[in-house]
């Protein structure tokens, strides 16, 4: 059941990284952000951090196939939560900001909680 799991959360990471890797232009429109920089940093960013952040992660957790490797896709996409929450605190919360901080949170604690006891 634990690998189920395990897969699955590699699939979100890797799936929803490559969007944010390959398709930047969309997740920004998706997280209501522009690039009206001269030089793309604004794709640049969703690119690595939205994207193949993810893609990497999930792939790394499939190469190490350990506990620890399917652990660290859920403190990631805690990271991503965590970074979320700050946002709502500081900027205000929305409901687009809210329904991404609940995956996030939703993947990462999932990948924390069916990988934890096994470290």
């Known amino acids: 059941m634990d690998l189920i799991f395990n897969l699955i959360f590699v699939a979100l990471s890797v799936g929803l990284g490559a969007i944010g890797w390959l398709a930047p232009r969309y997740t920004m429109s998706l997280l209501g952000l522009t690039d009206g920089s001269v030089r793309g940093m604004g794709t640049s960013e969703i690119r690595a951090a939205s994207g ?68």
């Not at 700050?86 to 993947?107: D, P, Y």
């Open 52 to 119: 193949a952040l993810f893609v990497l992660v999930g792939i790394g957790a499939l190469i190490m196939n350990t506990p620890a490797g399917y652990a660290m896709i859920g403190f990631v996409w805690l990271g991503g939560a965590m970074g979320r929450v700050t946002s709502g605190m500081l900027e205000g919360w929305t409901q687009r900001k809210f329904g991404f901080f609940v995956t996030e949170l939703v993947v990462g604690v999932g990948a924390l909680a069916v990988n934890w006891p096994h470290l």
